[in-house]
């Protein structure tokens, strides 16, 4: 059996699962979630617990297997405690801030660059370097950050862009390193 898919998904109380077919949905304190989970794997709930089985040890079986229930339990969690990701920004001038629901962003171009945030997501800007993505589906939060990410991708010799909070960045010794070595 998979490791991850054979493991029980506790459903707390005040969050209520209604399987419909393949299609599982929670709502919770957060909001409502759902998850349409392949044809072929079974999901059963039964006293506050979501199990999931699969037809037989085939590859595809298993690897569906694991990830049904990882869908179920990230769809779980949100619902109950949501998601967060968290950004700094670093270089001289680079800043955000917040400004009618967009994030506005200066990050060493010419122009600002306005990002709306899709339903169900917000973006808080805690001080003018940091970044707060929140939102009840991993996926779409995990997708946000990494968009912003993108945006302006921290560089290896100064290091200045946009990172993940407690991302390390492999720094290069640039130009000087070089000078004294070939005489």
């Given at each position: 059996m998979s490791r991850i898919g054979k493991l029980p998904v506790g459903v707390p109380s005040g969050v209520t699962v209604t399987i419909d077919g393949n299609k599982v949905t929670a709502k919770g304190q957060k909001g409502q979630l759902s998850v349409n989970v392949h044809p072929e794997i079974s999901v059963s709930y039964e006293q506050n617990i979501l199990s999931v089985q699969r037809p037989s040890d085939t590859k595809e079986h298993k690897a569906l297997h694991g990830l049904s229930r990882a869908l179920l339990n990230n769809m779980i969690n949100g619902?109950?405690?949501?998601?967060?990701?968290?950004?700094?920004?670093?270089?001289?001038?680079?800043?955000?801030?917040?400004?009618?629901?967009?994030l506005v962003l200066y990050v060493g171009f010419s122009h600002q660059i306005v990002l709306i945030p899709p339903p169900g997501i917000t973006v808080s800007v805690t001080n003018p370097t940091n970044l707060v993505v929140t939102g009840i589906d991993k996926e779409a939060v995990g997708q946000v950050a990494a968009k912003i990410r993108s945006l302006k991708k921290p560089e290896p010799y100064k290091g200045k862009g946009i990172r993940y909070a407690g991302e390390?960045?492999?720094r290069k010794a640039g130009k000087k390193a070089g000078k004294g070595a070939k005489k």
């Open positions: 619902v109950t405690k949501g998601y967060e990701k968290k950004l700094e920004i670093s270089g001289v001038g680079f800043k955000a801030e917040s400004k009618n629901g967009r390390h960045i492999l």
